[in-house]
């Protein structure tokens, strides 16, 4: 019995042993051991940071788009960056200098930069992706950007050499966009036409995750990141350690994500979310001068279009100051002209008086003259989203009352931008947002159609004029030739500008340390993110 006894309690203590070791895991599943027998800490949660937008990209390969998601900006690097005065300052150049005449500039590059994929960073990767820009059997939409460079030249593996053809002042903005990020040949071959889709291989704070298109694009921080520009507060690994960019078409849906907290910034915020967030205290709206601009284009080899009265009466037909009060509840300004007047050197200061003021007499007039007094009949293009399909319906009315009849036709991003490039366009509504008059080159030159010249301007004139500007020698002349092209732009109605919009940002609570910056927020520079 004694023995029978023993073996008993022994059994009974063996599993309330083992009952109270499940128990304390149980107790500890969200902590992590510590040596010698030290207290235990909790995992650190993960910082997501979700930022909403209205539209998704359409490849993520700055190479071949001419819409420049944000997710670019983030993956790659350029020799030039520009700090929060707008100023150029050391990319992944870390400095740079030119010859007497101005011809050769010498770009002396950072040490120690790696591609996401572990090859370093050379003098070779620069020259393959400007070459690769530049080369016409690429059919870059931004080749034209480029255009002042003649050839660029490996003096070694850190130092590169850009030849102009002739002298460019505006080298440096050139070299500091997103179209000069500068991308890993070995990368960009290897994956094909997988590249910008699947893999995307850059140099930045934050590394490619994955694309689901007309979702979300999903980045997580390079943790080997060392090499961020100086005039960042922050030049190591980003604070945050991902970023979540999606994409929300809908205007209500991206409020109430805002609102419910699922998404924490709202990068272009619609003129009605002012009213309903401005006195909620978890979230905070920044706003700030825009170089945007919105217009109502038309297909201008087409008929009726090819008439300059058609075109000139669908700009006199416009209620601007009806639509910047109806659609954007007084938020922006007018657009007379086809530059934002923010760009304060290269704006058209006569935009308003060589321009077209609202005058239905006048717009029926010019399309009796034209030979359509009976009326017309056409189709209007818009994105899939709220404010484009408001400011659609608006149009719809004011080119009725002068016998323009539209049919809307909504689309989703990149159906859109096939269809543009495809040529179905009639009447497309379109928003740029870009800080130099060079963007009057993306769109209207000849060489770029069909593809971004989404208006199909072909026009000898045109393209004399901005050739001349953009090869001025000073930018003071460079400046005055602009104002020439948008005389002539102007003149010949080859737009029907309607809007500046205010820029405006929307930011939770839960971001610590925002910092406005005059192109785009970096959230690697500090910023941080509260989670629970």
Not at 55 to 82: M, N, P
Not at 299 to 312: C, G, L, N, S, Y
Not at 461 to 485: N, Q
Request: glycine share 6%; aromatic share 12%; proline share 5%.
């Amino acid at each position: 019995m004694k023995k029978h006894t023993t073996k008993k309690w022994t059994f009974v203590l063996l599993v309330l042993f083992t009952i109270s070791s499940i128990l304390t895991g149980c107790a500890t599943s969200d902590t992590v051991d510590e040596p010698s027998g030290e207290s235990q800490t909790p995992v650190e949660k993960e910082k997501v940071l979700v930022i909403g937008y209205e539209r998704d990209a359409e490849i993520l390969d700055h190479i071949k788009t001419g819409w420049y998601s944000d997710a670019l900006v983030y993956i790659y690097e350029r020799l030039v960056s520009r700090d929060y005065d707008f100023n150029y300052v050391p990319g992944l150049a870390e400095s740079w200098d030119t010859s007497e005449d101005g011809m050769i500039w010498t770009f002396h590059l950072k040490e120690g930069v790696e591609f996401h994929n572990g090859t370093p960073f050379t003098a070779d990767d620069v020259k393959w992706t400007l070459d690769t820009i530049l080369d016409p059997e690429t059919a870059s939409p931004a080749q034209s950007d480029f255009a002042a460079i003649k050839e660029v030249e490996v003096v070694d593996d850190m130092t590169v050499n850009i030849v102009l053809n002739t002298p460019f002042p505006n080298l440096l903005f050139v070299l500091s966009n997103t179209a000069a990020s500068i991308a890993s040949e070995d990368a960009y071959e290897q994956y094909g036409d997988e590249y910008g889709i699947k893999y995307v291989i850059g140099t930045g704070a934050y590394m490619f995750e994955e694309w689901i298109q007309g979702d979300k694009i999903v980045l997580v921080k390079n943790p080997d990141y060392t090499w961020g520009p100086e005039w960042m507060s922050n030049t190591g690994p980003s604070v945050i350690d991902k970023i979540v960019l999606k994409t929300i078409p809908e205007e209500n849906s991206r409020l109430m994500e805002l609102l419910s907290g699922n998404v924490h910034i709202l990068r272009d915020v619609p003129a009605t979310f002012i009213d309903k967030v401005g006195d909620n205290p978890d979230v905070e709206i920044f706003r700030d001068e825009s170089t945007k601009l919105g217009y109502l284009a038309y297909a201008t080899d087409k008929e009726p279009f090819t008439d300059v009265r058609v075109r000139q009466a669908i700009n006199h037909a416009i209620n601007k100051e009806e639509i910047i009060t109806y659609v954007f509840r007084d938020v922006g300004i007018v657009a007379d002209g086809y530059l934002p007047p923010a760009l304060t050197s290269e704006f058209y200061a006569d935009s308003k008086k060589d321009g077209y003021e609202y005058n239905v007499e006048k717009a029926k007039e010019l399309l009796k003259e034209a030979g359509f007094e009976g009326g017309l009949k056409l189709k209007l293009a818009a994105e899939n989203s709220t404010e484009y399909s408001r400011l659609a319906e608006v149009l719809q009315n004011q080119l009725k009352d002068v016998g323009i009849e539209v049919d809307i036709q909504l689309y989703d991003s990149s159906s859109y931008t096939a269809m543009l490039k495809t040529g179905e366009q009639e009447l497309f509504l379109r928003l740029y947002s870009w800080p130099n008059a060079d963007i009057l080159d993306w769109f209207l030159l000849s060489s770029q159609m069909p593809y971004p010249n989404h208006s199909r301007w072909n026009d000898p004139t045109t393209d004399e004029l901005i050739k001349a500007a953009a090869s001025a020698p000073t930018w003071e002349t460079r400046a005055e030739g602009y104002h020439e092209v948008q005389k002539h732009l102007i003149s010949e109605a080859v737009w029907a500008p309607i809007y500046v919009p205010e820029r405006l940002i929307a930011v939770r609570k839960e971001v610590q340390n925002f910092k406005l910056h005059p192109w785009i927020p970096f959230y690697n520079d500090g910023m941080d993110l509260i989670v629970e």
